[in-house]
């Protein structure tokens, strides 16, 4: 039930708000830099628009419920692309609009990251959102409002709050160490992992590796703690250690994705050092690497 999710009380009354009025479409952007507690409030507010058993809210536990909680439900479409959603996928998305739902009842739709698509594909989402087919409802997440200002014009804005430690139950080290990401902090509380025990830089592949392979959340602690590591001891390093350490990262995986996390996370941990993550983002580095190898060796030099 809505009041049982844990932060964002505004957000909740609004929720409930919304849910009471019953409108027959919608278009919501649900913003906030915490991905997955984003989606989290996408599926809640997605089940409190199909519960079978409470109008209103959501109970939980009924078939449809369940079924949105696992995202298998026929008529909740998930759109997750992470250079960006393209066109195509938005026009199979307006077949799928226009068509009757499965079971009968409201189509959702959640699409993720909205800011990364290109010019054509927002044009086609904007289209299907002016004029939604009854019953249609679209949740769109960003880490930010930086989207096309048509699309937030139509779009009803909801701010999601990070949650805090206290909110997670852990501690501030713990918190800043996953950067205030839920998910991942609720994944670790379950973990018998030590996250003061260190983990050498030098051996960042293998836990790349194994991040890639198998998305654990252990290996993903590994890859920030070598991050760590190298942080702590770059004043010692000499320059061949440290183009090891960035070709190391190159090997391990050619995922545009783990090197952009990888940068992220150096520019959290050493804090805004010189402007660092200024000059990376002017330099498009953030989002469009192209030769990272180079990137990475500039990058380990540098700081
Ligand atoms: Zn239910």
New binding site residues.
Partial sequence: MIKDIISNEEVKEFLKNELKIGKNSGTYLFYGSDMSLLMEFAIYFS?GL?????SGD?????D??KKIQKLVYSDLEILDNPDGIKVDEIRELAYKSSASSYEGGKKIFILKNISKMKKEASNALLKLIEEPNPGNYFILLNGNLNILPTIKSRSILVKIKNRSAKELGVDEFTYSFFRGNSEDILGFKSMDIKLEEGYPYGEIARAIRGYEESGELKFKINIYKAIRDFVNNRNYLKTYEKIYFAEEIVRATSDRNIYREIVSYLVNFMGDLNGLEERLTMKGMLRFPINTRAFFINLFLDI
């Fill in positions: 089940q199909c519960c079978e058993a409470i959501f109970c939980g536990q009924c449809t419920c």
